[in-house]
Each structure stands twice: as C-alpha cells, then as structure tokens.
C-alpha cells in the first residue's frame, strides 16, 4: 500500500485528510505525483511518478479488497467535506481561484487556452505547471 489514511471517530480528520476529485464517474488524486518524495522521506521506498485516474466503478468496496497495485478503496466523509468546502470558500483568494479556473477549462476535445497571472498592473504573463513529470498511470 502507498497510502493510508485513519479515521479517529471524529468527523473533523484532518491529520488524515486526503482529497481526491470525482468528477463525471472518474476519480483523480492531483497530488499522486507527490509520493515518491513522501514515500522515500517516511518508508525509505523508491517509486515511480504516477497519474491516479480511475473509473468510480473499479472501486473496491472494503480495504480488506485491495489485493493487486492499482486497486485502491474510498471513503467518503461528507461531514468533512462538507465543513472543508465551507471553509476553503470562506477565503476571498479561493473564491478567485476557482472563478478562474472554471474559466479557464474546457471539456474534451477542446484545447484549454494559457492560463496567466496579472500583476495588478494589467501586464499578464503566462503560467504552466513544470517539475510534475509522470511516467505513467497505475
């Protein structure tokens, strides 16, 4: 297992809170690109840079389920979710960055324009994403 995540009896786990996004029957973990470092710094473990994108429908249904790589298990809490959306769109910059982003992106096979970022000045210099190489999907 690369990871794992408790449930305390509490509705409010944040120190186990991790954040997948399903959208239209899929599920996506953005931050996947992200556990080689952890894996490496907390197991010592080397692995590859992998995108995370399923199916909702492979989706197991216990932890006791998960029996080959790439099968992986969802829990959801609404409670949680519930009080973590309430929160994030409290924050003004969160409200901006959703607006630009739901701006910003365009269903399959449209291409999505450049995104950039203004300097309050009016002058907008193109932004990407760089450092998150994948090297395939599990």
């Known amino acids: 297992m690369i990871a794992f995540a408790g449930h305390q009896g509490t509705s409010d786990n944040r120190q186990n809170f991790h954040c997948w996004v399903e959208a239209a029957g899929s599920v996506f973990d953005f931050s996947s690109f ?33 029996q ?21 769109m409290g924050i003004p910059a969160m409200q901006d960055i959703l607006e630009i982003l739901e701006g910003w992106y365009e269903p399959p096979p449209k291409k999505m324009h450049r995104i950039g970022i203004n300097d309050g000045k009016g002058n907008t210099k193109p932004t990407s994403i760089h450092n998150a190489v994948l090297l395939g999907a599990w």
Request: glycine share 4%.
């Open 34 to 66: 992200l556990y080689p470092a952890l894996a490496l710094k907390y197991l010592g473990a080397t692995c590859k840079s992998l995108m995370f994108q399923k199916s909702m429908a492979q989706v197991r249904k216990s932890i006791d389920t998960l």
């Open 68 to 88: 080959q790589p790439g099968d992986f298990y969802l829990s959801k809490d609404c409670a949680l979710r519930r009080m973590t959306i309430d929160t994030t």
